[in-house]
């Protein structure tokens, strides 16, 4: 007969409690497994679910005309007409503005500043909420501007020979232009657009050369040190008969072209250098972008047949790719959405592709805006202001 010693009891008892910890172990991981892919499932249908209604959050009368635009700024309401610019906040709630009197104002936002200036005249203003807002006068007629994101602010002027683009920095009051940037139309070409960078040390100006057969290309200005040994100018680049439609920085050293069939990207604005060039075959029905994106509608003119929308980041990558039946007047796009509106319906798209929201109003409105919190538009018609909560 076999004689059990103390020793194998102990042997016993530690592979039982060895069994035991396996068990344990085991069980903890597959309840952690299922816990993580119920946070998962529960997380991706909350991110992605589909809503095709809404409550109104609150609902203010418009104290305005007709003549008065609306624009989305840091997701409050950004108000102008020829008579003065405020902002609102999501209960109609002024938080700053500015009276002027203009006949055709423009408006560029960067960052905390707002610059508007009155195209054809001679005069602009810059706010930032913080104090009653800066003017400046002109010499000649103001063409468009551009304002950085520390409020500089760079400005067309049309003189009766050339143009030029000067730099100022408005809150100096002892000496507030920088930079001037002369274009001689017959040498450099009739400018059709430019950006400044958000510190206001580069501008990218695209021009268009008619004198033998049109030619379109962009220029680089740095105003370091850098472009100061080169007369500002730091490189350029021929587009040919490819016509620029925009010009958008993206950071301090970073700008994307957009033109006819397509976008480039380049930066090192001290010596620019194209990185990314993207082309369409077909025809490209709208282009917008944001500060992380840029989104390419193709498609035929007229019809939303074979419609795609394409999504791109600012270094050339695919991130989306989706045909929509949607019609539209106007693109908006956030930080993780794009809205599709016309005068009577919305169509709201996550970048990732999913529907997010599709509504017919049933009757015409002016503005749709996303509000500061999740799933909270601005909704605006001819008389009142609506947050609406979607669901």
Partial sequence: MYDF??????????????????????????????????????SYYYMNRSFSGYDVVSEVTRADSNNVTYRSFQNKLLKYSRDGISLLDGSGKTLWNGGYEMENPMVDVCGEYVAVADIGAKKFYVYNGKDPGVDMEMAFPIGRLKVAANGKVAVLLHDEDSDVINIYDPYNTVEPLMVEVPTNVTDNGYPLDFDISPDGDSLVAAYMLAD????????????????QDQNTLVGGKSFEKNMISGIKFITEDEVAIFYENGFSFFENMKKPEMVFEKNFDKDIKSLTYDEDHILVLTGNVGSTEDQYAHLFSFRGKEEMSEKIGYKYTNIIMTDQEIIFTDDQSCHILRKNGKEKFSFDFGKKYEYFFPAQRDNQYFLLDGTTIKKIKIG
């Fill in 5 to 42: 010693s103390e020793k194998d009891f102990d042997d016993e008892r530690k592979k039982k409690k060895r069994r035991r910890f396996r068990l344990l172990v085991i069980s903890i991981g597959a309840a952690l497994i299922i816990g993580i892919a119920a946070i998962v499932t529960v």
């Fill in 212 to 227: 033998g057969g049109m030619e379109n290309k962009v220029c680089f200005y740095n105003f370091t040190e850098v472009g």
